[in-house]
């Protein structure tokens, strides 16, 4: 899914590329290190790029909203729990369990699915476009949220409350 | 309107990037990295003379002219200092947490506007090797929002230097100064939310530019701390001074408890990329104070080139803050954590979300000719109801705490 | 895009500055190691005990209400950038979300998830109260996560005398004990 293959969109393409190895390489980090700490850090990485991604496709403010939301708040959130709970300095050998052949026929069929689906739904369709002049599509997400998907939108937010109640039942004492 | 404004970006990259654009770009980096040294550099200065004599006491004085090259030697001198690696860190993250730091430090002065042709109309821009463009670093789209996300990394540099460091101090400093953080940062987020509601964009430089013209009656300017009636204003110096872990919200380091906070592990050069970027960070967060809500540079250009005139403006206003912030150290005693964590979330957040909403209101009202009775007397409904709640609220949670202590 | 060209720039420029510094500085300084100064930092004292194995939860529970705010926010600032052309529509979903959120926000405050200080306008008698065993105690201070081995030694007085002295005086043995 590359754009199109003309010199215009070269630099796209290079930073997609190295973006893209970026990404699969502190994936693989965050499930193979052996400390939770460094786990996050990978993670935040991997945010990072889907980030940048977004970036390179024109719709900055989702990328904005990967940074502040998951970046900013998710894994300060895991990091907190890592931290406050127990978080060993170096390498903790229980991190690991010997469930990788389950976990195996767990992925590998997902991977496949789910490259199946990318696959068949784009076919080899190249982005022709630089998509929408880039900075008006704040606009147009402000359109889709407030109109077309306006039920989602509020349901949001009782589903926020479920998360504060959430984090009220785990922090109780009883 | 608002479409218009939010498509400004900088002119300089209209015809994509070429061999011209690219070296501009490097040199204005360069400019603003040379100068952002510099000003954080006077910035420890003036503050260490300014408390001295908040204090009646002389300060430094000898490194040059009233001590001006104190900093100088200072950062001179920790280029010497031996590097100690606490034998119970974790290596890895220890070095990597003070980039974490100094580098969104940088990345943060990226959005401010710090001059343009201003006055009389002008519409921000300047003439850099015969090509136009603004005086500011970079314009991205999502503009105000950058910042933000930028503060948002910064909370990594402070947590995890306090957990690799392996000593309870530091890591007691970083949980508080990252709840800490955390918690201040809602309540930043909505006051920008107010002036990115009255400019109608979130452009910094279109910020600038709705706040450059005349304002009330021609004789204030149209600034947002006007526009926007100074409640956010208070509210984001407030948080910003929160997030920026300066006194009287400095309990990350306070030394009477925690030594010198989430750093205190830290030696010779790796100490001072942490001193670099609370400096730093101080500066620019000045400068974001002026551009949100005092027209940033813009400001009457009587005589000379308008874009020497917008570098004054900029100058002064952020140089109040800075007095501003110096000010509160020597005067102000520390917050409580309850406080802190209490005046954060049980009183700004609350109120700037309420004033968010009543803003919106008026400003609609003025657009669609509602009556104003009515807008009044809903706006004034919504803040009794609201204060009402927390009220019993906070009065429920009160009883159930001493239940608590009690019985438990 | 183009206007992230020079966030990048600064963004090489700063990571060089930091690395230049910090090699300059390992090549210049002086290097005599020594275990005391590796040790961890503790006002001279020789470092006993670990760090605290757990903090509050209530750290935890900050970050998971900023988790809320800025999804919140993120909400917000679409509707901020048009909100004009919305009008009044506009003001009342948002209006609706913003009341959802706010009324979530005041449940948790009633439970008490954002009290920290210490317990105000709390009596002494209050303190002695009959209630207050040594076992409350020590249990409140938290002894869920200490070793299992000393639990039973420092409990075993109280479990011992309590039985036999009735309900009155509880508190003074405990202290005594």
Redesign the interface.
């Known amino acids: 899914m590359l754009a199109v293959d003309t010199p215009q969109y070269l630099p796209e393409n290079i930073f997609f590329g190295i973006i893209a190895f970026i990404m699969v390489v502190s994936a693989l980090r965050v499930v193979t290190t052996r400390n939770v700490v460094h786990a996050a850090l990978w993670l935040i990485l991997v945010l990072a790029g889907v980030a940048g991604n977004f970036i390179l496709l024109g719709n900055e403010f989702v990328a904005v909203t990967q940074v502040l939301v998951y970046i900013g708040a998710i894994v300060v959130l895991f990091l907190f729990g890592v931290m406050l709970t127990r978080a060993p300095i170096g390498a903790d050998a229980h991190l690991d369990n010997d469930q990788r052949p389950l976990a195996l026929v767990v992925a590998l069929p997902l991977l496949a699915l789910m490259g199946y689906v990318l696959w068949d739904a784009w076919k080899d369709t190249k982005i022709t476009e630089a998509g929408p002049p880039i900075v008006a599509s704040t606009s147009v997400l402000s359109d889709s949220i407030f109109k077309t998907y306006l039920i989602p939108f509020e349901a949001a937010s009782v589903l926020l409350l479920a998360a504060l109640i959430g984090a009220i039942v785990l922090a109780r004492r009883d | 309107?608002?479409?218009a404004l939010?498509?400004a970006?900088?002119p300089l990259?209209a015809q994509?990037?070429d061999l011209t654009a690219?070296l501009i770009?490097?040199l204005?980096?360069?400019v603003?990295?040379a100068f952002l040294l510099v000003a954080t550099m006077l910035m420890v200065w003036f503050e260490r003379k300014l408390v001295s004599d908040m204090q009646n006491r002389i300060g430094p004085n000898r490194a040059g002219p009233w001590g001006i090259l104190q900093t100088l030697a200072d950062g001179t001198k920790?280029?010497?200092?031996?590097?100690?690696?606490?034998?119970?860190?974790?290596r890895?993250?220890y070095v990597?947490a003070?980039?974490l730091s100094?580098?969104p430090a940088?990345?943060l002065?990226?959005i401010v506007p710090v001059s343009g042709n201003w006055a009389n109309g002008g519409d921000g821009t300047v003439e850099l090797f015969g090509r136009t463009t603004y005086l500011q670093?970079?314009?991205?789209?999502?503009g105000i929002?950058?910042a933000?996300?930028m503060s948002?990394?910064a909370?990594?540099g402070v947590?995890?230097a306090g957990?690799?460091?392996?000593?309870?101090?530091p890591?007691?400093g970083s949980?508080r100064a990252?709840?800490q953080m955390?918690?201040y940062?809602?309540a930043m987020?909505?006051s920008v939310?107010a002036v990115?509601?009255v400019t109608?964009?979130?452009s910094t430089h279109g910020m600038v530019a709705s706040q450059a013209g005349d304002g009330l009656f021609h004789v204030l300017p149209n600034w947002a701390v006007f526009t926007t009636l100074l409640v956010p204003f208070v509210i984001f110096v407030i948080a910003g001074t929160a997030e920026l872990n300066r006194p009287p919200f400095d309990l990350v380091e306070a030394e009477q408890e925690l030594?010198a906070g989430f750093n205190?592990?830290y030696s010779?050069?790796?100490f001072?990329?942490f001193f670099l970027a609370e400096f730093m960070n101080t500066v620019t967060m000045s400068g974001i104070f002026v551009t949100l809500f005092l027209g940033g540079p813009s400001g009457p250009a009587p005589i000379g080139p308008a874009w020497l005139w917008g570098c004054i403006w900029f100058f002064l206003k952020t140089s109040a803050f800075l007095f501003m912030f110096v000010w509160f150290r020597a005067t102000l005693p520390r917050f409580?954590?309850?406080?802190l964590?209490?005046l954060g979330?049980?009183l700004l957040?609350?109120l700037s979300?309420g004033w968010?909403?009543m803003l919106?209101?008026v400003?609609?009202s003025g657009?669609?000719n509602?009556n104003p009775v009515a807008v009044g007397a809903g706006v004034i409904l919504m803040f009794l109801i609201?204060w009402s709640?927390?009220r019993?609220?906070?009065a429920?949670?009160?009883a159930?705490?001493?239940g608590?202590?009690?019985?438990? | 895009m183009s206007s992230y060209l020079p966030v990048l720039v600064l963004f090489v420029l700063a990571v060089a500055f930091g690395l230049l510094s910090l090699l300059v500085s390992i090549t210049l300084s002086p290097k005599a190691r020594s275990q005391a100064k590796e040790a961890p930092y503790e006002c001279g004292i020789v470092p006993g005990r670990e760090a605290p194995e757990r903090f509050p939860v209530k750290f935890f529970l900050v970050a998971m209400i900023f988790i809320v705010f800025d999804i919140e926010i993120i909400f917000f600032f679409p509707w901020a950038v048009v909100f004009r052309e919305l009008g009044g529509y506009g003001l009342a979903v948002i209006g609706i979300f913003a009341a959802l959120v706010f009324e979530s926000f005041v449940y948790l405050i009633g439970n008490g998830a954002l009290e920290w200080g210490p317990r105000q306008r709390q009596r002494r008698a209050e303190i002695v109260s009959p209630d207050r065993t040594l076992t409350s105690t020590i249990r409140r201070v938290g002894a869920e996560g200490r070793p299992a081995a000393l639990e039973p030694a420092a409990l075993a007085p109280a479990a011992h005398h309590a039985p036999g002295h009735g309900d009155h005086g509880h508190g003074d043995h405990g202290a005594a004990a």
């Open positions: 309107m608002t479409s939010l498509l970006a900088d990259y994509g990037v690219l770009t490097i204005k980096v360069v603003a990295f920790l280029f010497f200092k031996e590097h100690i690696n606490p034998i119970r860190a974790e890895r993250v990597l003070p980039f100094f580098v940088f990345l002065f990226c670093l970079a314009d991205p789209p999502v929002l950058f933000l996300a948002s990394i909370v990594y947590m995890l957990w690799s460091s392996g000593s309870k101090y890591l007691l949980v990252s709840a955390v918690s940062e809602a987020g909505l939310m990115v509601l109608g964009t979130v030594v205190t592990e010779s050069i790796r001072a990329l409580r954590y309850d406080q964590m209490d979330w049980k957040i609350p979300l968010l909403l919106a209101a400003q609609l657009q669609q509602w609201g709640l927390l019993s609220a906070n429920k949670a009160r159930v705490h001493l608590e202590e009690v019985n438990a």
